[in-house]
């Protein structure tokens, strides 16, 4: 009888190490219930940018709350716009609450700093508007649904010589911002590669995130006559750079990046950020897929009142449905097996377009969309396709 407990108390044992070594994966995949991370600002400098992302991840978790026969449920964490904070939320998700993958975060430098920990917990984590090369640079764990800086900066590039006809530009960027810095000096390298001429960037302008003060940046490139300013950086900051411009009678046009097409940027800019263009990543006046006609007509229901559909809206959607697909794919919660999905996915259609992730587990898209400030909204100009 003694032999008998002992060895019954042993294989307990067993089994309770073997539960706890299993970590994450085994306290959701035998759960009725999946988490997924969401992990963005919500607080913060970029807190705007944040809450639109996660309006698109609430709707589609509302059209699709289900995966595996089991209920979705969404855990959301504040990373409140700092890198140091974007480290403990997003280990805070996978370590305490669990999650089987992560969404987020808006703003490429809070997504790169939580890179080690999705890497080091092999939790996979999906990034919406995050298009600094280094989100998923050396990391197998992290993948995206929007383009690239380097094809952003091009995009732009190409406008401005060829749209404005511009032979010299001033760049202003965000110091302390990867994506700002990035973005700019992709669009430098393309502009001069465009001009033939090595002097074609005639002034550049720094700043920190939450400076409000840019009348000296601003004197030295007016004393530089540019022909456009590029000045990709976040959306309140830029506003006020555009208004302070205006001020001073800097006439140039000034173009920018994705960041721009947030309500903030005309509520804060004015009439003064009327003729400001961006790049950004979908038009909801023109859908390029059945999915983004979808999105749309979903969208004007639950939110009725709003205008415009901010393009990082459409791609928060976009990463809840593609992890979905992952995990229906995998035909497990386990994390290991989403990654491997997700590593997989080909000719995903998403509302923002057709989605295959290539081996840096970026999205291949070549299309961009070009935006205009006109009248206080957000208006298409064009698609560009660059190839």
């Known amino acids: 009888m003694k032999k008998t407990l002992a060895l019954l108390l042993s294989l ?33 400098a970029n807190a705007a940018g944040g809450e639109l992302e996660v ?16 209920k979705v449920e969404l855990v959301i964490a504040d990373n409140k716009s700092d890198k140091a904070e974007a480290t403990t939320a997003a280990a805070r998700l996978i370590e305490k609450d669990k999650v089987v993958t992560v969404l987020g975060s808006w703003g490429s430098s809070l997504s790169i700093a ?19 090369p280094q989100v998923t640079a050396g990391n197998d764990y992290y993948f995206r649904v929007c383009f690239l800086d380097p094809f952003q900066g091009t995009v732009m590039a190409n406008y401005a010589a060829t749209n404005l006809g511009a032979k010299n530009v001033a760049i202003i960027q965000e110091v302390s911002n990867d994506y700002s810095v990035g973005l700019a000096k992709f669009f430098s390298d393309a502009f001069v590669k465009l001009t033939s001429d090595p002097n074609a960037i005639v002034a550049t302008g720094n700043y920190n995130t939450g400076d409000q003060d840019f009348n000296g940046i601003l004197t030295n490139i007016k004393a530089a006559n ?46 003064d950020v009327e003729g400001a263009v961006m790049s950004t990543f979908f038009d909801d006046t023109n859908p390029l897929t059945e999915a983004g006609k979808t999105f749309v007509a979903e969208y004007r229901k639950a939110y009725p009142d709003r205008q415009n559909i901010p393009a990082v809206t459409a791609l928060g959607y976009d990463g809840y449905m593609l992890t979905l697909d992952a995990i229906e794919r995998a035909g497990s919660a386990d994390p290991q097996a989403i990654r491997d999905a997700l590593a997989t996915t080909k000719d995903f ?39």
């Open 55 to 70: 309006d698109g991840i609430k709707l589609a978790n509302q059209l699709r709350p289900e995966v595996l026969g089991k």
């Open 349 to 387: 259609e998403g509302a923002t377009g057709m989605i295959t992730i290539n081996a840096n587990g970026d999205a291949q898209k070549n299309g961009a969309i070009i935006k205009i400030v006109k009248d206080g909204k957000f208006t298409y100009l064009n698609t560009v396709t660059i190839k």
């Open 114 to 132: 939580a890179g080690g920990i999705v890497k080091s917990n092999k939790v996979p984590a999906v990034a919406l508007s995050a298009t600094n």
């Open 226 to 271: 540019p022909d456009v300013i590029f000045a990709p950086g976040n959306y309140t900051e830029s506003a006020l750079i555009i208004k302070q411009a205006r001020a001073l009678g800097i006439t140039a046009p000034f173009i920018g990046g994705d960041t721009w097409e947030t309500n903030e940027l005309i509520t804060i800019g004015g009439a």
């Open 12 to 44: 307990t044992l067993v089994v309770t190490m073997v539960a706890g070594c299993s970590g994450n994966s085994a306290a959701t995949t035998n759960s009725d219930v999946i988490k997924i991370g969401v992990f963005e600002p919500l607080t913060g």
